[in-house]
């Protein structure tokens, strides 16, 4: 993997400053960009072109929910990694769902920052532990007597074999060795994947299958 171009949204300069110092031993991550909120990240962003996004939530001026957004809608090129204090299911569901590849709180090590920036790079997003529970808690807590998508949402056997892979964490070359076909065929399947059910990455499509129990 080569150099990975990161920026820093965050309104506590010490704690920007704290993140960049500890990733610096990390030669293929260089920090081209850093801002005290969502507008100034914007503003930079076109001249910084970051492959990656370490995105804070509460900011002034545009806070992290709607830049994420924003994002996503114009920059899909872009993975953003949300890393903040607020560790409430509400905002890993909705973040997920609404645009990021990653979902991290501030006290994760820098060893799993590295990680999460590699992988949503590599794989198109990154679950951790946190993020893993709150999957399963909800998937455990489904009242499946009340009507849902899972009643309506039909895939293929193949398409059922790519998401389950998606979700084991294979990337598309891999997925592609796995069942015989070629990585474009699985790009392929991700995106009709997505936009049959309107997501917006990987990591939402994720979300989708979990919740929608479409893998077993």
């Given at each position: 993997?080569?150099?990975?171009?990161?920026a820093i949204a965050d309104d506590h300069k010490i704690f920007r400053k704290g993140v960049i110092l500890s990733l610096r031993h990390y030669s293929n991550i260089k920090f081209v960009l850093?801002?005290?909120?969502?507008?100034?990240?914007?503003?930079?962003?076109?001249?910084?072109?970051?492959?990656?996004?370490?995105?804070?939530l509460r900011m002034p001026v545009k806070?992290?929910?709607?830049?994420?957004?924003?994002?996503?809608l114009h920059y899909p090129d872009?993975?953003?990694?949300?890393?903040?204090?607020?560790e409430e299911e509400k905002f890993v569901i909705h973040?997920?769902?609404?645009?990021?590849?990653?979902?991290?709180?501030?006290?994760?090590d820098p060893v799993e920052i590295k990680k999460a920036i590699t992988d949503v790079v590599d794989k198109g997003f990154y679950l951790?532990?946190?993020?893993?529970?709150?999957?399963?808690?909800?998937?455990?807590s489904k009242n499946r007597s009340i009507p849902s998508l899972s009643n309506e949402v039909e895939v293929s056997e193949r398409e059922k074999?790519?998401?389950?892979?998606?979700?084991?964490?294979?990337t598309?070359?891999?997925?592609?060795?796995?069942?015989?076909?070629?990585?474009?065929?699985?790009?392929?399947?991700?995106?009709?994947?997505?936009?049959?059910?309107?997501?917006?990455?990987t990591a939402g499509l994720v979300f989708f299958a979990v919740k929608n129990n479409l893998i077993e």
């Open positions: 993997m080569g150099e990975i171009k990161v850093e801002a005290e909120n969502g507008q100034q990240l914007l503003d930079g962003i076109r001249e910084a072109k970051p492959d990656v996004i370490l995105m804070d806070d992290g929910i709607e830049t994420t957004k924003y994002i996503s872009i993975f953003v990694i949300v890393l903040t204090m607020h973040l997920m769902e609404n645009g990021a590849n990653g979902y991290l709180l501030k006290s994760t951790n532990h946190f993020v893993n529970r709150i999957l399963i808690k909800r998937s455990q074999g790519v998401l389950e892979l998606i979700c084991l964490e294979y598309s070359q891999e997925i592609g060795e796995k069942m015989n076909i070629s990585s474009r065929t699985v790009e392929s399947i991700k995106e009709r994947l997505m936009e049959r059910f309107g997501l917006k990455n």
